[in-house]
C-alpha cells in the first residue's frame, strides 16, 4: 500500500473515532504534546491507562462481587477510573463512569452491576480501536513516513 | 556585573559561575500514573523541570516537611511551584495547601490545586487558604502555560517591589552602590532579601 493512503486511512479512521464519540479533544491535546524528542509519548500514555484501567477494572468486580458491597470502597475506583479515561480523551469510558457513581451514591448494587459492564464495553472498544490506531501509525513509521497531524476540519 | 546589564546568568555569591536557564522547579502531586504522566509532559513542555510524587505525604516527604530534614536542603532541588490535585486518598490536596502555607519555609511558594470536578464551595475554599490558581481536569496545555505566566510575573512583581524598597534604603543610607539601579530591575541579584527563601529569585526577572 501507498505510503499517501495509508495516512489517508489512518486519518479516516481516527476521525470515525471522535465522530463516534469514543475519543473527544483531550486525545488531540495529548497528541500536541508528542513530537520528535518524545515520539511515542501518546502511546505510553495510552499504554499506562491500560494496564491502570485492567487493574481498577478487577478490583471492581471484586468489590461488587462480595457479599456486601463496601461502596467507600467502589466509588473511588470508579472515580479513578473516570479520572484517567477523561485525561486521554476516552469519552465513552468517561461517562460511563459518571453514570456507574451515581448508582455507587444511591447504593444500587444491581444498577453497579450494569454499569461495570458497560464500562467494560466501552473500555474494551477504547482499547481495540486505540490498539488499531498505534498499528497503523506504526506502519506508516515503518515505511518511512510521517504521521499526519491531525485536521479539524471535521 | 555592571549596572544596566541585562542579567542572564546567575552569579552567586560562593563565586561560582553557573550559567543557569530559566527553569521554574514544579513538584506536581497526582495519585494518578496517567495524570502524572500527563503534567509531566505538560511542564515539560512548557520549559519547567519536573519532579512527580503520587501523595501529599511523598510531597512532604520531599519538601522535608515531614520532620526529617530530607532534601529541602539542596539548592537544585528547590521547588519554585505546587501544582496538586485535589481527591487524593490520605492527605488530599487541600490537607497539603494547608500544611504548605502553615510552614514558614514553604508558605511562599505558589499552589496550584487540579480537580476533575468543578465545585464551587470546593474552589473557594482553596482559594481563600491561599491556593494561587485552581485548574479543572483534564489539565491542557494552555493551562500550564497560563500558570506559568501567572508565577513569573508574580515573582516579577516581588522582585522590582524588593529592587524598589531598596532602592530607596540605599538612598537613604547614603551607599555608594553599584548596584542600585535606577533604570534596570533585573539587576536584583545584588539586592539582599531577608523576604527571599528561593535563591533563584534573581533568575526570574530574566525570563521576562
Redesign the interface.
Known sequence: MELVQMQKNLQDYTKSLFLEGILDSQFLQLQQLQDESNPDFVSQVVSLFFQDSDRILNDLSLSLDQQVVDFKKVDPHVHQLKGSSSSIGAQRVKNACVVFRSFCEQQNVEGCHRCLQQVKQEYYLVKNRLETLFKLEQQIVASGGMIPAMELGF | MAVGEVMRMEVPAGGDLTVTSPELHVLAVD?????R??IE??LR?SSCKVTTVESGARALQYLGLDGDKGVSNLKDLKVNLIVTDY?M?GLTGYDLLKKIKESSAFREIPVVIMS?ENILPRIEQCLKEGAEDFLL??V??ADVKRIKQLILSNEAEECKNLSHSNKRKLEEEDIDSSSSSSHDDSSVKDIPSSKRIKSESENRSSLL
Open positions: 495519585d494518578s500514573i496517567v495524570d504522566k500527563v509532559r505538560l513542555i481527591s486518598p476533575s481536569k483534564p491542557k496545555l
